[in-house]
């Protein structure tokens, strides 16, 4: 799995759209995390985004062009 970067909605207007700046975050290992969305697209297709709520986390799929 290569570098990925996901934004919120909001980020993504400040930035673009409103010609914003950000800042490098805050760094933490996730080798189980990458482990599991390495399956996941291997099993099920390309990540495109992580959803995050409360302890929980979505991994979004890109849909089968099907």
Do not use: Q, T
């Not at 207007?13 to 969305?37: E, N, P, S, W």
């Not at 390495?38 to 985004?49: C, I």
């Amino acid at each position: 799995m290569n570098k990925k970067i996901f934004w919120s909605d909001e980020a993504h207007i400040h930035l673009h759209r409103d010609k914003g700046k950000v800042i490098g975050g805050y760094y933490f290992r996730a080798f189980d995390l990458v482990k599991f969305m390495k399956l996941v697209e291997k099993e099920e297709g390309e990540v495109v985004g992580l959803e995050f709520e409360d302890n929980n986390v979505n991994i979004i799929i890109k849909a089968d062009d099907k």
